[in-house]
């Protein structure tokens, strides 16, 4: 993640092919129309890495949980150092999380794994666990949601923190946004249905615009 990041600032593209632990590409994405479309995208790096001691997961349990978790709880936490605000000082508040993120594709990488057969992959891939594991870690008592409406979650999740300050359900909000992506299949129905671009770049309000390239990422 940090490394991509420090691309994006240099002004540099993060767009690649797909990296081989997501998929192989050579098999997945055939020299055709269809195939050109999946070729490419931004991937955060190092996305599976994570001190779960830290946030007093196991091991066993660390292994199996969707990267999508572990980066929201540590985006979390930077965030609440961001604002000048400690564990303490929001422990037993009334403190809301919303995150937006749509359905887990990790749920096809975690059926074909050896961790399927745990009994943490109840909760590995799920979107209302990723919020829930904020307040839990965070011992935050305000609304908890997970917001899937597409590619507007994360702005989507941000209408409904404001909205519920604003009406006293919490006296502040934490907003997540993230988007990983590991399915070829879903990469496959997006590029067949022509949304994305065969050359993997979105052209925004640009005659050169084919389709857009999917992309990884999370703010908080």
Same mark, same amino acid.
């Given at each position: 993640?940090?490394?991509?990041?420090?691309? %994006? &600032?240099?002004?540099?593209? @993060?767009?690649?092919?797909?990296?081989?632990?997501?998929?192989?590409? #050579? *098999?997945? +994405?055939?020299?055709?129309?269809?195939?050109?479309?999946?070729?490419?995208?931004?991937?955060?790096?190092?996305?599976?890495?994570?001190?779960?001691?830290?946030?007093?997961?196991?091991?066993?349990?660390?292994?199996?949980?969707?990267?999508?978790?572990?980066?929201?709880?540590?985006?979390?936490?930077?965030?609440?150092?961001?604002?000048?605000?400690?564990?303490?000082?929001?422990?037993?508040?009334?403190?809301?999380?919303?995150?937006?993120?749509? %359905? &887990?594709?990790?749920?096809? @990488?975690?059926?074909?794994?050896?961790?399927?057969?745990?009994?943490? #992959? *109840?909760? +590995?891939?799920?979107?209302?666990?990723?919020?829930?594991?904020?307040?839990?870690?965070?011992?935050?008592?305000?609304?908890?949601?997970?917001?899937?409406?597409?590619?507007?979650?994360?702005?989507?999740?941000?209408?409904?923190?404001?909205?519920?300050?604003?009406?006293?359900?919490?006296?502040?909000?934490?907003?997540?946004?993230?988007?990983?992506?590991?399915?070829?299949?879903?990469?496959?129905?997006?590029?067949?249905?022509?949304?994305?671009?065969?050359?993997?770049?979105?052209?925004?309000?640009?005659?050169?615009?084919?389709?857009?390239?999917?992309?990884?990422?999370?703010?908080?």
């Amino acid at each position: 993640a940090v490394g991509a990041r420090l691309l %994006a &600032s240099t002004g540099r593209s @993060v767009i690649c092919e797909v990296p081989p632990d997501r998929w192989e590409l #050579a *098999a997945a +994405a055939p020299d055709d129309a269809i195939g050109q479309r999946i070729r490419h995208g931004g991937f955060l790096r190092d996305a599976d890495l994570f001190d779960n001691a830290f946030f007093s997961v196991s091991p066993a349990e660390a292994a199996v949980m969707e990267p999508s978790q572990r980066l929201a709880l540590e985006k979390s936490y930077e965030a609440l150092h961001g604002t000048g605000y400690s564990k303490a000082d929001l422990m037993g508040s009334l403190t809301g999380v919303w995150v937006g993120m749509w %359905a &887990s594709e990790y749920t096809e @990488v975690l059926r074909q794994s050896k961790g399927a057969s745990t009994v943490y #992959a *109840a909760t +590995a891939s799920t979107c209302s666990v990723a919020c829930g594991r904020i307040s839990f870690a965070l011992g935050l008592q305000g609304p908890c949601s997970a917001i899937d409406t597409a590619c507007s979650s994360g702005i989507v999740a941000a209408h409904d923190a404001l909205r519920a300050v604003q009406n006293t359900e919490c006296k502040t909000g934490l907003v997540v946004g993230i988007n990983m992506i590991f399915s070829q299949w879903t990469s496959m129905m997006m590029a067949t249905a022509g949304m994305t671009s065969p050359k993997g770049r979105c052209h925004t309000f640009d005659a050169r615009a084919d389709g857009y390239a999917r992309g990884e990422g999370i703010y908080a």
